[in-house]
């Protein structure tokens, strides 16, 4: 299944009230849960910089991915960003033979 890295800034008043948060958090996450049941969750960082949070996850295709990505839209995120990305040892091994 691809992985895909979603990059999330929420506008400054939704972090405000740490149980506020917590709350939209967890409703965002049941909101994701029922519309993408096949999405393996693998990682959900607070971060510093231009992105309020990051969540690594497995989605069985690039529509779901979109889905994901438009459910956080929706509920609040002011940018939402969907990468897919590629483990470190999957990209040596394309890179093998490659005459680049």
Known sequence: MPTFVLMTRLAPDALKNAEGRRTRGKAWMQK???ACP???WIAHYALLGPYDFMDIYDAPDVETAHRVSLIS???????AE???AMSYESFLKLMEGLSV
């Open 32 to 34: 994701v849960k029922s």
């Open 38 to 40: 096949n999405v393996k």
């Open 73 to 79: 839209r929706a509920e609040g995120a002011l940018t």
């Open 82 to 84: 969907s990468w897919e």
